[in-house]
């Protein structure tokens, strides 16, 4: 089975629901196990996250790679869960976001298992896309010690190396109005428009005109609202969610203070995660950039990525850890698609990293394994 029919397969699935979660999992579990990989399966919540490894033992000297996806996805509609071809265009819900990546990653650590010079880890998490980010499974099992020297988690790049991610930070807007009968609205005070004045001055605080060397600004999106309780009357309420993507070095505690100082409104943080950032100079990010430029034959810069992942577990435990995907566009939206070619080039690279890296360390001088400052 090569990638891309491996991504058709795991579209098909509706991750977005527990069951296919669960179902999906069950499938990477034996694709791989059939492949001579062994699989562990751990729950988290009621949901299955797959560990698996090829290569040498661990702890004996030779460097350790994770190789990191989900298998979840935002909902979508019945069709999106059909894989179409268009050309070069693979679509589907997930397959830029990041059922592509994954299935080339599968593919990968098959095309590396017979190596003896890198322990490859392979890490399936079934929760990336929630809300619930406290407590993912992710960071339950690095936690627990599941260690290594670099990480790779396969988003959607572009084929090029996202060092930096931004923050996330999710805030519950109230807005406070005035009741009044639905026929005299001039005698209340209307929370719902009002929210959406609170909205576009949030919109307008100067934390969201700042900009950092990767990126050109945060972006602040209206998750949801929800106001009123009858059609004849005034609403005195207005909830809004804000999903709040913050820049590396700008303080979350200090926008969500910005925000409260807008009149008439309550605001809490419902869950927050920090930006992701590990340093280009680093010599597994200078591997695997070089790894990349010799597999796909195009130039490999340093990006940063608005999206959150779960690259953030890995580095709060000390592991540099990367964002490196396939190429395509419309991830969570209606015509998500990922490029066919690039999947090819995708696998390429990952099994190119992993056959290069240890003479890339020796000739690097013996740096030190573990995440740089800079």
């Known amino acids: 089975m090569d990638e891309q029919v491996l991504c058709e397969r795991l579209i098909a699935y509706d991750t977005s629901t527990p069951d296919g979660i669960r179902a999906a999992q069950g499938f990477v579990k034996g694709w791989l196990e059939a492949r001579g990989i062994d699989v562990v399966d751990h729950l988290h919540h009621g949901l299955p996250v797959l560990a698996g490894r090829v290569g040498p033992p661990l702890g004996h000297g030779h460097p350790t790679l994770v190789l990191h996806g989900h298998v979840d996805v935002v909902p979508g ?16 819900r997930g397959a830029y976001d990041m059922k592509g990546g994954l299935a080339a990653m599968m593919c990968a650590l098959h095309d590396v298992a017979a190596q003896r010079e890198v322990a490859v880890r392979f890490l399936c998490a079934p929760d990336e896309e929630s809300e619930d980010v406290d407590t993912r499974s992710t960071d339950v099992l690095v936690d627990a010690g599941f260690d290594a020297d670099f990480a790779i988690t396969g988003e959607p790049t572009d084929l090029h190396v996202g060092v930096q991610a931004k923050g996330v930070l999710a805030v519950r807007v109230v807005v406070h109005g005035r009741a009044a009968h639905g026929s005299t609205p001039w005698l209340g005070d209307n929370a719902i428009t009002k929210a959406i004045d609170v909205f576009r001055r949030i919109e307008t605080l100067p934390f969201s005109r700042e900009s950092s060397e990767l990126f050109d600004r945060p972006s602040i999106n209206l998750g949801r609202i929800q106001g009123g309780d009858a059609l004849n009357k005034v609403a005195d309420r207005c909830t809004m969610d804000l999903d709040i993507r913050y820049l590396p070095g700008q303080d979350p505690g200090e926008i969500l ?21 590990v340093s280009r100079q680093h010599p597994y990010v200078l591997a695997l950039c070089d ?10 810069v340093s990006v940063g990525r608005d999206g959150a992942s779960d690259a953030v577990s890995f580095q709060a435990a000390g592991i540099p850890a990367v964002e490196f995907g396939p190429s395509g566009a419309g991830h969570h939206g209606p015509d998500e698609w990922v490029s066919i070619a690039s999947l090819r080039r995708y696998r390429k690279a990952l099994a190119d990293f992993v056959g290069g890296l240890p003479a890339y360390l020796t000739g690097a001088g013996g740096v030190p394994l573990r995440a740089v400052k800079g």
């Open 77 to 92: 509609n019945p069709g999106q869960f059909v894989a179409q071809v268009e050309g070069d265009r693979l679509i589907g």
């Open 257 to 277: 203070e910005a925000i409260r100082r807008i009149p008439d409104i309550e605001a809490r943080k419902t869950f927050a995660r920090v930006p992701a950032r």
């Open 291 to 300: 790894a990349v430029r010799r597999s796909t034959d195009q130039e490999i």
